[in-house]
């Protein structure tokens, strides 16, 4: 069985039932990113911007600092990163980093034929269609 890192948006409500999936196959997952919910990007933007901050300052600040350790520490020690789409910027950045260290990265498309194709998707191990072929890859 492997750790699986899930990647995604705090906004997809498609991350829960991917874990919960996974994990009933028998791997350890991890997707404990997605508890303060959708939206928590815009609360940290808000109480940036109403401290006086840009963005490349916010950055810097504690919250950005304690939460990209936090998700890096767990990024690093999984062996697989399954990006479950939609996903933003941060998901496409996280599945890229890991796929360049050498861990295993699949992406879980949100719809059978995409409306807008992806080369870079070339870059993945497998893209998976749903949740059953997913789990095929994934061993």
């Known amino acids: 069985m492997s750790k699986i890192y ?3 948006s705090l906004r997809n409500s498609k991350i829960p039932q ?15 990113w997605f508890s303060p919910g959708p939206q928590c990007d815009d609360e940290w933007q808000k109480y940036e911007s ?16 304690h939460q990209f350790a936090f998700d890096l520490k767990h990024i690093r020690e999984a062996e697989v990163g ?5 996903a933003g ?3 496409h950045m996280e599945l890229g980093y890991m796929i360049g260290r050498g861990q295993r ?9 995409p409306t807008r194709y992806d080369l870079m998707y070339k870059f993945a191990h497998g893209i998976a269609l749903d949740l059953e072929e997913l789990k095929e890859m994934v061993v």
């Open 50 to 65: 109403e401290r006086g901050r840009s963005y490349k300052e916010a950055l810097e600040g504690y919250h950005a600092e």
């Open 82 to 86: 399954v990006l479950v789409l939609p």
């Open 6 to 8: 899930i990647i995604g």
């Open 89 to 91: 910027k941060s998901g």
């Open 18 to 32: 991917v874990a919960r999936c996974l994990r009933g196959d028998g791997h350890t997952v991890f997707d404990d």
């Open 105 to 113: 990265g699949y992406i879980l498309l949100e719809e059978a034929e």
